[in-house]
């Protein structure tokens, strides 16, 4: 059974940062993009970064661009997000994704994701 468990969300003040970590088990994912995800208060679930198979390519959602990075450990099937010059408005749950469908397909739709963490929540206090 797969499962993804993230970590490293917790509280902290504008300006500062996190990491977060997601480990997956169950399946080995290292030819699969992986991703975050976020879901503020009252708001749809929105993309946040994505990470091809080998790390070749990335991509950011405009709002994050600069501020966060996305990298990836094969050798131990996790994914983790560092997240610096953090804003009130990056408060959300953030979810770990991966799409286990199609080798090295690179989306950032959620359709295309079909493994899914139960989240881990970040707040940014003003």
């Known amino acids: 059974q797969v499962q993804l468990v993230e970590s490293g969300g917790g509280l902290v003040q504008a300006g500062g940062s996190l990491r977060l970590s997601c480990a997956a088990s169950?399946?080995?994912?290292?030819?699969?993009?992986m991703g975050w995800f976020r879901q503020a208060p009252g708001k749809e679930r929105e993309f946040v970064a994505a990470i091809s198979w080998n790390a070749g390519r990335t991509s950011y959602a405009d709002s994050v661009k600069g501020r966060f990075t996305i990298s990836r450990d094969n050798a131990k099937n996790t994914v983790s997000l560092q997240m610096n010059s953090l804003k009130p408005e990056d408060t959300a749950v953030y979810y770990c994704a991966v799409d286990g469908l199609i080798p090295a397909r690179f989306g950032i739709s959620q359709a295309s994701y079909n493994y899914w963490g139960q989240g881990t929540q970040v707040t940014v206090s003003s």
């Open positions: 169950g399946r080995t994912f290292s030819r699969y993009t």
